[in-house]
Nanobody, 122 residues
Framework: QVQLVESGGGLVQAGDSLRLSCAAS????????VAWFRQAPGKEREFVSV???????LYAESVKGRFTISRDNAKKTVYLQMSSLKPEDTAVYYC????????????????WGQGTQVTVSS
């Protein structure tokens, strides 16, 4: 069992940058793939990015070139560095974890954080 806590969200203007953090506790951090998803009101939860145990990454087309995912195993933390933010990035951002997974679907992940709100004004 793993517990995840997101932080770093806030209200920013278009073009600004923000770094989200996902802090993990429980089992060894290095055993897990960790993904970021986001969900806007009235919309389905959508995939943003994932990083697996080897460090390999995937990104949604909508954020490619603007967002960077990374992990710090010593701190048991995954980061999402977001730049050139757009109003359409506004959503609650969630991190999720699973053993030996690298899927784009929410159902691939077993553990979820509580979410952190990101609001981008135009």
């Amino acid at each position: 069992q793993v517990q995840l806590v997101e932080s770093g969200g806030g209200l920013v203007q278009a073009g600004d940058s923000l770094r989200l953090s996902c802090a993990a506790s429980g089992r060894t951090f290095s055993n897990y793939a960790v993904a970021w998803f986001r969900q806007a009101p009235g919309k389905e939860r959508e995939f943003v990015s994932v990083i697996i145990t080897t460090g390999s990454t995937l990104y949604a087309e909508s954020v490619k070139g603007r967002f960077t995912i990374s992990r710090d195993n010593a701190k048991k933390t995954v980061y999402l560095q977001m730049s050139s933010l757009k109003p359409e990035d506004t959503a609650v951002y969630y991190c999720a974890a699973a053993i030996a997974a690298m899927g784009r679907r929410p159902s691939a992940y077993d553990y979820w954080g509580q979410g952190t709100q990101v609001t981008v004004s135009s």
